[in-house]
């Protein structure tokens, strides 16, 4: 049976992931782990992956074959503390690969992200290769760590797998930093006060994924036969786009009152050098990827669970 570590399991797509692969593999198999203690968690770990020492004594200690990597610095937060997003989001994926190339680890998921892309990247239907001009510090270094990956994979042999994450939307934990945030926000807003005030402007238009289809196809991807992963930089991952306007149309099917007003703030410089549509289908031919989440079904799974 694989044993499989989480680092960044307390994240919004780490609490999400560790409890799908628990009810998949056994709970014993799956290690939760965080920089700070996971409470009333019996299979998890304190670690700082920046300690490379660290995350190598755990995976000896519970013979890890898998990590899913996710611990990073998002491009929000990200912009207000460079350098130290720079070391986080490079260096722990540093002290994984090495781990790998060095045999004690056998398989390998670490996220890339739209960021990857920018200003000179066409924004419609973005292709899997094209022009990657990013002008964020996380996309910098997800567009570096991609390239890592890809070369460790041709260099060493290593079995890495990666997605580019598009904005994601869930309920079960707090925004965390990102440019996209507002597609959370907005559902916590629209019941409490019935009102948002938008960070973005309203004909904003951006590829987005409900939680539980991007945590499918993260398994998914990890599950895969090796030789169906063609792509060892990052596969295109698509599956909704909207606007803010057209999400709060969307709102308001359910509550007719509810506002909102738009008050752009610097995430929207950062929200116009990004794709407004996807193209994955590469995803799709290789490892069989498929969204299942339509926006109407995420609307109303929010607006019920926020």
Known sequence: M??????????????????????????????????????????SETLDVLDGDAVKTICEKHAISDVYLLAALLSATAEKNPEFAWKLNMDGLFNVLNLAKDGLIKKVFWPSSIAV????????????????????????????????CEYYHQKFGIDVRSIRYPGLISYSTPPGGGTTDYAIEIFHEANKTGRYSCFLSENTRLPMLYMDDAVRATIDIMEAPADSIKVRSSYN??????????????????????????????????????PASIDDSEAQ?????KPEVSLDQMVNIMLTNC
């Open 2 to 43: 694989k044993k499989i570590l989480v680092i960044g399991a307390s994240g919004q797509i780490g609490s999400e992931l560790t409890g799908q692969l628990r009810a998949r593999f056994g709970e014993a198999n799956v290690i939760a782990s965080d920089i700070r203690p996971i409470e009333n968690d019996a299979n």
């Open 237 to 274: 991952l698509g599956g909704l786009d909207f606007t803010p306007k057209e999400l709060s149309e969307a709102i308001k099917k359910h509550k007719p009152d509810f506002e909102i007003q738009y008050s752009p703030d610097f995430r929207q410089k950062i929200a116009d050098s990004w």
């Open 117 to 148: 892309f920018g200003p000179g990247t066409p924004r419609d239907r973005t292709p899997q290769n094209t022009i990657m001009d990013p002008n964020t510090v996380y996309g910098i270094s997800k567009q570096a760590g991609e390239r890592w």
């Open 285 to 289: 031919t290789d490892w069989g990827w």
